[in-house]
């Protein structure tokens, strides 16, 4: 079965994250021992215990999404079951990265550690927010931010699925834009509570520094193509793949373009890797005929390796709609 890993983003963060994974398995605790390792702090106690505020702040979550989502991968490539191709949300990206043998995993970590710094940082030198508008077309969406501009930078940031689009920019912007999001008839624009206007022109003090660092990182050619954020295209090239990466904080996620072009190269399941099971509902927003898995803890691991362990065939058609 030609299967496509995905890799949790920023948000999907929650106290307990991997525990249970590390307990149970050797190979996924040494994979935190490492993390640590290479931080120089304990961030399993922050995955496993908490404190949430702590877990939350960007400079912790993106390591900690990353750790569990590659504790996760370890596993599954231990059991047998290997992707034919990668992608990752945002920062799952770094993860997806790891999985396809482009990043080492130490440098992995301590880049994104160093990409939470730099998003937090710029944005207190360039203050903004951000906003999920439901309902919407991408069209409509960007004539909203288009019409919106005269008050500020304001841009479509996320492209999470049909009418599911988060948009980025200055306060002020944000705000004109959801009203016009609603008059152009959006169900929902909510503001998020945010430390910045993330895949935006408002990153651009962190794109320059997330560069620099990873400049000193080697990026290797992928050992399965990694799809890339910013262009939905299969990439495996490492040079490729670094200029991907250095351009994702100033670009949009095409995410719903990503999946449909997994689906077009030939993706027959889909297998979350790490916390939460947001990106397997976005995928049964474009299709609720595509089969997906998740492994984020010792539960869900063993349903998908009974699912899939065996190189079994597509599931049936209703096995699919339920995504298991």
Not at 60 to 67: E, F, N
Request: glycine share 10%; aromatic share 4%.
């Amino acid at each position: 079965m030609n299967l496509a890993f995905l890799f949790p983003g920023q948000g999907a963060q929650a106290v307990g994250m991997g525990a249970a994974l590390a307990e149970r398995h050797p190979v996924a605790r040494h994979v935190f021992e490492r993390a640590d390792r290479a931080l120089g702090y304990r961030l399993s106690d922050l995955c496993w215990k908490g404190p949430a505020e702590e877990l939350t702040k960007t400079v912790h979550a993106q390591p900690a999404l990353l750790t569990h989502s590659i504790a996760a991968y370890r596993l599954l490539e231990d059991a047998g079951i290997r992707p034919r191709w990668v992608a990752g949300h945002s920062l799952g990206e770094y993860s997806a990265c790891v999985a396809a043998g482009a990043l080492d995993f130490e440098d992995a970590v301590r880049l994104v550690h160093r990409r939470g710094e730099l998003m937090y940082q710029a944005g207190l030198e360039r203050p903004g927010t951000m906003a999920a508008i439901l309902g919407l077309d991408a069209e409509r969406v960007a004539e909203a931010c288009a019409r919106a501009a005269e008050r500020g930078i304001v841009t479509p940031a996320n492209l999470n699925a049909p009418e599911q689009i988060v948009i980025s920019g200055e306060r002020a912007a944000v705000e004109r834009a959801c009203e016009l999001a609603r008059e152009l008839g959006a169900k929902r624009a909510i503001v998020l509570t945010v430390s910045g206007a993330f895949h935006s022109p408002l990153m651009s003090p962190a794109s320059a520094g997330l560069a620099e660092a990873l400049a000193g990182v080697s990026v290797l050619d992928a050992k399965v193509p990694v799809i890339a954020n910013v262009s939905a295209e299969p990439l495996r090239r490492g040079a490729e793949i670094r200029a991907a990466l250095e351009r994702q904080l100033l670009g949009a996620v095409r995410w719903e373009d990503s999946m449909r072009r997994l689906v077009a190269l030939g993706a027959q399941g889909f297998v979350e890797v790490g916390t939460g099971t947001v990106l397997r509902g976005l995928l049964r927003s474009l299709d609720k005929a595509i089969a997906s898995w998740d492994v984020g803890d010792p539960e869900s691991f063993e349903k998908t390796v009974a699912a899939l362990g065996d190189g079994a065939a597509a599931p049936s058609a209703g096995a699919r709609a339920e995504g298991a």
